[in-house]
């Protein structure tokens, strides 16, 4: 899929990000952490869709079980520690390695080193969860790395991103030719991270429940898995109270296929994303919960928008 052209509105949020980035740079980073989560908190009080977005998503996958002042919080939250994840991104480069050493507490590299012993590369998977990105950077030094993305269609930003990455140690590949740089790479045995947890098209999905409804999810880490024989290994990196990072990676999961493609694929998609789940309901913070993740519906549904869509205020 073609990256858009660069228009004038492209060109200067590209300045304007060039700017930040120099600027942060040169900023202690707990400023820089601070400068982000009130850039998040500008972009929830001016983006008036997403903030209902994100108040809908909470409804949705919560009800009752939380307050609606707790939900509003929560949303407000998500949009903080966006900004802040991004400015993070952007400092990330200029602290030295030894800093960025001592901000990463990584749990399980373990389940990593004993999967690549098979010989069949390994299959990380995990979520817009805390600050994916730089979980790179711990994951990096156990093989060769590839994360699978979309390119942005800002062809500055995308540029930037994929630099970004490279320092982090990763390799991208673009969702839309995934399927051959995956298989070479599994076949040299590296790592592949696939996320998982956003809105795929009806035609392209499965459906599985996440947080009580169905939800369109990608089947191609199952699919990948169930043709190479890759071991699953989830890896989550979240942010601390101390401003410093979590790594967990998690063993590798115990799957025996019954032969039934179809199913398996449906019962391994299930299985990641309610593990998934399971961390996003204990850091309901850091998750983006203003992306559309139950856009997609199943053939013939329709879903009621919750009551929070329809509440205009901040």
Excluded at 128 to 134: A, D, K, T
Excluded at 285 to 313: I, M, T, Y
Aim: proline content about 5%.
């Amino acid at each position: 899929m073609p990256i858009k052209s660069i228009g004038l509105i492209d060109l200067t949020a590209a300045a304007l990000f060039r700017t930040l980035a120099a600027l942060f740079r040169l900023l202690p980073r707990r400023v820089c952490l601070a400068v982000g989560a009130a850039l998040g908190e500008i972009f929830y009080l001016a983006d008036g869709r997403h903030r209902r977005l994100a108040r809908a998503n909470l409804e949705k996958a919560f009800g009752a079980l939380l307050p609606e002042e707790r939900r509003r919080c929560l949303a407000r939250t998500s949009f903080r520690h966006f900004g802040r994840m991004l400015a993070d991104d952007l400092k990330w480069a200029s602290l030295g390695d030894g800093r960025r050493r001592e901000l990463l507490c990584v749990e399980g590299e373990e389940h990593i080193r004993r999967s690549l012993e098979a010989g069949r590369g390994v299959l990380l998977f995990s979520a817009h969860l805390g600050n994916w990105e730089i979980a790179s950077e711990a994951v990096s030094r156990l093989g060769e790395l590839h994360v699978v993305a979309r390119p942005l269609d800002n062809r500055i930003f995308e540029r930037e991103l994929i630099r970004f990455r490279r320092r982090l140690g990763a390799q991208v590949i673009s969702k839309f030719q995934a399927a051959g740089p995956i298989l070479r790479a599994l076949r040299r045995n590296g790592l592949v991270a696939i996320l998982i947890d956003q809105n795929v098209l009806r035609s392209q999905a499965v459906f599985v429940d996440f947080f009580g409804l169905p939800a369109a999810t990608t089947p191609a880490l199952a699919a990948f898995h169930l043709r190479t024989g890759a071991p699953l290994v989830p890896v989550f990196c979240l942010g601390r109270p101390d401003l410093s990072y979590r790594v967990k990676i998690g063993p590798p999961l115990d799957i025996a296929p019954s032969g039934d493609y179809e199913r398996d694929v449906l019962q391994i998609t299930s299985l990641c994303t309610k593990m998934i789940e399971a961390e996003i309901r204990e850091n309901p913070d850091q998750w983006l919960w203003f992306h559309d993740r139950w856009k997609s519906r199943p053939e013939g549904e329709s879903v009621l928008r919750p009551a929070a869509e329809k509440n205009h205020g901040p």
